[in-house]
C-alpha cells in the first residue's frame, strides 16, 4: 500500500499515509514535488529539474524536500543529492495511475480511469516559474484531451448500454471540460429526451445555441436542429408531471428486491412501496432465481454482494435463459470495477450505497418507461 499521495489533477495535494495533507512549504518546493511526481521514474529528476527551470542547485531543492516531507514515512524518497527522487513503489501519483488507464483500454479501465480525472492538471497551481509555467500547460492540454477521449467512450459505452442516468452525468463532465462541443451537446439533448425530461433538452438546446453563436459565429448543425424539432413535438405531448406519475403506475408494477442486508432492504423496499411498486424482497441470489421463474416482474433490483449468487451471477444466469427483465445493481463497494463489469453485462442501471430516494425512484421509472415503450414496438 502506498504510504504518499499525489494529487496533480484539480487541485494540488499531497497526503501521507494517515490521509493528513502536508504542508510542503513555499511555492518552489511545490513546483518541485510536482515534477518529481510527474516524473517518477526518472533518474536524476532534481538535476533535470535545474537544467529545464535554473534556480537553486539539485542539492538545495533536495534539501528542502527532504525538510518539507519530514514527517511522511521515510520509504518516500530515494536516492541522494541530484538522484533524489521519489519512491514508485511507496508514491502513488493519479496522473501516472490515469496514464496506464487509458492506454489499457478495457472498459474497466476506462470507468476507473473517468474516476481518477477530476479536474484539469494542476488546476490554479501558481508555481512563480515562468518556464515550468509553459511546460505545465503543454501538458494540462495534453491531459484536458485524454480526458476527453476517455469520457467520451465512457459516454458512448454508457449509451449504448442504456444507461441514461450515468450517460448525463458522463456528457455533463464532457461539458464542463469543453462546452463547444456540439456532438455532446446533442448527445445529452437525447438522453434528457429519452428520460422524460423535454424541458431539460430544450434548456440545453438553447444553450448549445448560444455557446456556437458566441464561440464560433454559426448556427447549430441540421441533426441538432432536427433533434430541437423532436424536443418541441415531445413538449406538446407532454401530460403534466401528476399524469405523468400515474401513467407510469397504471396497472401492477412487480419489482424483485434482492438484498440481504437487513437495513438497506427496508429502505430500498420503503422507496418503492411508497411510489406505488408491488415489491417482493428476498435475500438470496439462489432464491432470487426461484422467484423469477415463477412469475414475470418489470424490473430486479439487486445488491451485487448476496449469498449463493451473486448479483452479477444471477444476472448472467437471467441472460443465458433469455430472461430479458431489466436489472439495477446496487453496491457499497467502493471502485470502478463492479460498475463497468455490471455495464459490460447488460443492466439496466447502477447505483451505490447509501441509496436515496431521489436516486432511486427517477431511475426506476424511466427504467420501466423505457421498456413499456420498447414492448409497444413489438
Known amino acids: 500500500m502506498s504510504s504518499f499521495k499525489v494529487r496533480l489533477f484539480g487541485e494540488f495535494s499531497a497526503t501521507d499515509h494517515r490521509g493528513n495533507t502536508l504542508a510542503l512549504g513555499s511555492r518552489r518546493t511545490h513546483t518541485t514535488l510536482a515534477w518529481m511526481a510527474m516524473h517518477l521514474d526518472a ?3 532534481l538535476r533535470d529539474f535545474v537544467a529545464l527551470f535554473g534556480g537553486d542547485s539539485p542539492a538545495a531543492l533536495g534539501r528542502d524536500l527532504r525538510y518539507a516531507l519530514r514527517f511522511a514515512a521515510p520509504d518516500v524518497l530515494i536516492g541522494s543529492g541530484d538522484t533524489l527522487r521519489f519512491n514508485p513503489r511507496a508514491v502513488d501519483v493519479d496522473v501516472a495511475r490515469f496514464d496506464l488507464l487509458a492506454a489499457n483500454g478495457s472498459l474497466n479501465a476506462v470507468r476507473a480511469a473517468a474516476e481518477i480525472y477530476r479536474g484539469n492538471l494542476l488546476e490554479g497551481f501558481d508555481s512563480d516559474v515562468p518556464d515550468f509555467e509553459a511546460w505545465v500547460s503543454e501538458r494540462r492540454l495534453h491531459y484536458w484531451r485524454e480526458g476527453l477521449a476517455v469520457l467520451g467512450k465512457l459516454l458512448a459505452a454508457q449509451i449504448k448500454a442504456g444507461w ?10 464532457l461539458l464542463a471540460l469543453d462546452p463547444t462541443q456540439e456532438v455532446v451537446h446533442r448527445a445529452l439533448m437525447r438522453l434528457q429526451l429519452e428520460q422524460g425530461r423535454p424541458d431539460s433538452a430544450l434548456r440545453r438546446y438553447q444553450e448549445c445555441a448560444d455557446i456556437l453563436e458566441r464561440q464560433f459565429n454559426r448556427l447549430p ?3 441538432t436542429e432536427r433533434l430541437r424539432e423532436e424536443i418541441l413535438s415531445a413538449l406538446e405531448k407532454s401530460p403534466a408531471p401528476r399524469d405523468a406519475f400515474h401513467k407510469a403506475l397504471d396497472g401492477p408494477v412487480l419489482i424483485l428486491l434482492v438484498e440481504d442486508d437487513a437495513v438497506s432492504s427496508a429502505l430500498v423496499e420503503g ?30 433490483v439487486l445488491d451485487v454482494n448476496v449469498p449463493t449468487l451473486s448479483g452479477l451471477q444471477l444476472f448472467e444466469i437471467m441472460m443465458k435463459k433469455g430472461m430479458e427483465t431489466p436489472a439495477v445493481f446496487i453496491t457499497g463497494v467502493a471502485g470502478a470495477e463492479v460498475e463497468a463489469r455490471s455495464l459490460e453485462l447488460g443492466a439496466a442501471g447502477f447505483l451505490r450505497k447509501p441509496i436515496r430516494k431521489e436516486s432511486l425512484l427517477p431511475r426506476v421509472r424511466a427504467i420501466l418507461q423505457r421498456r413499456e415503450r420498447v414492448q409497444s414496438l413489438r
Open 43 to 45: 533518474p536524476a529528476p
Open 164 to 173: 441514461w442516468e450515468n450517460a448525463t452525468d458522463t456528457a455533463s463532465r
Open 221 to 223: 448543425s441540421v441533426e
Open 271 to 300: 422507496f418503492l412501496t411508497e411510489a406505488g411498486y408491488e415489491v417482493v424482497v428476498t435475500s438470496d441470489g439462489g432464491d432470487a432465481l426461484l422467484e423469477l421463474g415463477r412469475r414475470e416482474f418489470d424490473l430486479i
